[in-house]
Every structure is written in C-alpha cells, then in structure tokens.
C-alpha cells in the first residue's frame, strides 16, 4: 500500500489477556515509531527503530510491553497482561533515512475492559 | 536530549481572525522541525517543516511557520482562520547532528475556531 497500515484498527481485550499489534510501514522507510495516545492526551513516545541499530527503547512503559521489527520492515508491539490503563490509540509511524517527516497510520485504538 | 514544548493547552480564535500555535525546542545540534495536525478520529497529517533555508516555511491549507533560532522558537500561523481549522496540533523535532533520528513531539495545542 501507499501509506503506513496498521491492524487491527480496533481491538477489544479482556484485563490480563496479550495482545499484538501490527504495523507495515511504507516500504523502504528505514525509521519505524511507535507512540501511544490515551484520550485527550498528546503522544507518548514508545519505541523507535532506525535500520539495523539496536532499538531505543527508551519510552515503554514497562516490561509488559515489547516490540520486535522482522526484516527491517513489518513491527509488531505486543502488551502483556494487558491492565485498563494500557486502554489508548496505538500509533506506528515510518520515515525515510534523513531530514524528513515521518508518516503515520491511522492507529489501532485497544480498549482494555 | 530533544524536547518540544508547547505551552498551550487550547487556543481560541474567531473565524478570519489570525492564529498563532506557540512552539520551542531544545537540541544539541541543528533542529529539523515540523507540524502536524490531528483531526477527530483520524491519524496525524503532516502539515510542514523546516530543515533549512528560509525561516519562513509555507505548509498546507495555507499555514505558514516561523522558525527563530535566537528564541529556539518555531510558531504555526495563519493570516485567516476557518472554523475547519479546528483541530489538534502537533510540533516535533528531530536533531540528526545530535545523534540519532529519533522525531520527538509536543503535548499537542488544541485549536477552537469560532463563527
């Protein structure tokens, strides 16, 4: 596709079931983001992954949470034992090697019940 | 480390009345910085950016931004608000000469633009 996919858009869990989330960025992008953003909240910096160096992982919020990027390209953010709390938009987001912008999908919105 | 502020939570304005969004950053090297706007359930869209040149930079659905750099500033303006303009923004940044891409944003400014 043209843009940045994620799936599922929405997805409904039960408290401490895993879930995964998938992101396929635009092809060639080296740069792959996420970012989660809770309800009238800004952007929560998550993980970010740049070509084949070691993920900055700085943003997770706690060992619950963990991302992997197979092959340079498709990601996949994984929660755990998912708590309400974790209830947010997930955004994954891709951009090319340099000085431009980055290019989001429309997100998946978890809602943990 | 980069960071982005953004000092409003929400700014009012009449229709074709002229909006400013406030923006300042910090970083060690040179910032590349952009704006992006997010309307009701949708994703974020990429308005414009400034990486160099002209501190002047025109962006999309005629939004301009100054970049400033004695005042670390880079604003988002528009000369003529339209209520379809209401939305939230998004300043970012992101310091290449400061080691690594990685893009940081702001706490988001909520726009309101009024009849």
């Known amino acids: 596709g043209a843009g940045v996919s994620q799936s599922p858009s929405n997805k409904v869990t039960e408290k401490g079931k895993d879930v995964e989330l998938r992101c396929d960025p635009i092809?060639?992008?080296?740069?792959l983001y996420w970012y989660r953003q809770s309800l009238g909240q800004g952007l929560e910096f998550l993980i970010y992954?740049?070509?084949?160096?070691?993920?900055?992982k700085s943003g997770l919020p706690s060992d619950r949470f963990s991302a992997e990027r197979t092959g340079g390209s498709v990601s996949t953010l994984t929660i755990q034992r998912t708590q309400q709390e974790d209830s947010a938009v997930y955004l994954c987001a891709s951009s090319p090697a340099g000085r431009t912008e980055a290019f989001f999908g429309q997100g998946t919105r978890l809602t943990v019940v | 480390a980069q960071s982005v502020a953004q000092p409003e939570d929400q700014v009012n304005v009449a229709e074709g009345n002229p909006l400013t969004v406030k923006c300042t950053y910090s970083?060690?090297?040179?910032?590349?910085l952009f704006w992006y706007v997010q309307y009701p359930n949708r994703g974020l869209q990429f308005l414009l950016k400034?990486?160099?040149?002209?501190?002047l930079v025109k962006g999309s659905y005629g939004f301009e931004a100054e970049f400033n750099k004695s005042q670390t500033s880079f604003h988002l303006k528009k000369p003529s608000a339209l209520v379809s303009d209401s939305a939230l923004y998004f300043c970012a940044v992101r310091d290449l000469t400061g080691g690594g891409n990685k893009l940081t944003f702001g706490t988001g400014t909520q726009l309101k633009v009024e009849l």
């Open positions: 992954f740049q070509g084949n160096s070691a993920p900055d």
């Open positions: 400034y990486i160099t040149g002209d501190n």
């Open positions: 970083v060690s090297g040179n910032p590349y």
């Open positions: 092809s060639g992008h080296t740069a």
